[in-house]
């Protein structure tokens, strides 16, 4: 599986921004996947996850800011981040839920989000 994020930018806190991964392969649709980031000087942390049914779970640090959908006839995630705080500057990628016994595949391009006014 190929995996592209993109999406990202520079956005002012309390912004939001909207990311899109597209995933080649068929795997896509019958697998949990997620979303995740790494700042710099920091390890890569998941911030959301979604099954392939659509149930969600969100690490503290983006509850109720964050929302992570899928299309899987387009075999395409998505993250919807709304107010942007300057601490959500990071690369973003996505990647198949870390629970996935074959977690991870190949992470592929991440997209760059910065945070600052």
């Known amino acids: 599986v190929q995996l592209q994020a993109s999406g990202g930018g520079l956005v002012q806190p309390g912004g939001s921004l909207r990311l899109s991964c597209a995933a080649s392969?068929?795997?896509?649709?019958?697998?949990?996947m997620g979303w995740y980031r790494q700042a710099p000087g920091k390890q890569r942390e998941q911030v959301a996850s979604?099954?392939?049914?659509?149930?969600?779970n969100y690490a503290n640090s983006v509850k109720g800011r964050f929302i992570i959908s899928r299309d899987n006839a387009k075999d395409t995630l998505f993250l919807q981040m709304n107010s942007l705080k300057a601490e959500d500057t990071a690369v973003y990628y996505c990647?198949?839920?870390?629970?996935?016994?074959?977690?991870?595949?190949?992470w592929g391009q991440g997209t760059l989000v910065t945070v600052s006014s």
């Open positions: 979604i099954t392939p049914s659509g149930r969600t």
């Open positions: 392969g068929t795997a896509f649709r019958f697998n949990a």
């Open positions: 990647n198949t839920d870390s629970a996935n016994p074959y977690y991870p595949w190949n």
